[in-house]
């Protein structure tokens, strides 16, 4: 947390844009993640899924979610972390095996918090593309982004 | 997906209520989904952790969402599963090592869709509380809920 590079709020404005590296996904991970999270038939066994809502194996939205997550981090190099008080998530498009994840952010809004002058609310909206530009995620979540610690002057 | 137990869009009314049974969480399942997913420090050590904005080692908000799913899953027994659209998620306290999980879901909305007569919109609050009753995660998710079949008359 001490890396010179990281972004505190004043660092940050509105139309402030950050793009992660790739995550390749497979069926394997799919399975894997659903049998400990989310064991539905339509995550865990492609033939299975054919007769289902998603008509073969997509991966739960929580897995994209958790991997749009890891993708943020690497991507929004915040001072004291990325820390997401909430916010709205949607999933217009199942993610599927084969499919190569990146997240794509921009800064919509900044809050200086009243109560805490140290601090302030930043509002980003983070979209989770596959290789093909088609957007599997749009999570629009609210993180509480620290402010450049005042040098001591005692 | 046949089982006979599996609720239709007929079965379900607002304000029916679906509670789950029980997940016990523990440092090292915090630490294993923050390596994979949300490397950050707050997730990763409890040391470190002290002089982080959580003050100690507290689970990625998306561990408590993919606990929270695994808990839903096994609770409210959707015919064609569980399929989210979206939704709004909000963490109003850190999940913590040792917390106890289970999840309280109510049927808030319930909206036919006009152009595909076989399904119907969902729309329902799942409160993720742990041993102590504190809410540490509030979603308010859309599902796709089917309709019972229509026997074949030909």
Redesign the interface.
Known sequence: ?QDQAKLYLEDLAPGDRFVSGEHALDAEQIVT?AG???????HLDDTLARD???QGLAA????T???S??LL?SSLPLA????????????PQPTRPGDVLHVESEVLEIKPSRSKPDRGIVRIQTLTLNQHGEVLQ?LSPTL?VMRRPVPDEA
């Open positions: 947390m993640f400990q999270f989310d064991p539905q038939v339509f289902t809502f998603f739960s939205g929580w897995h979610a958790a991997l997550m890891k981090v004291g972390g990325l820390i997401g008080a909430g916010g709205e998530i949607a999933w749009r509480v």
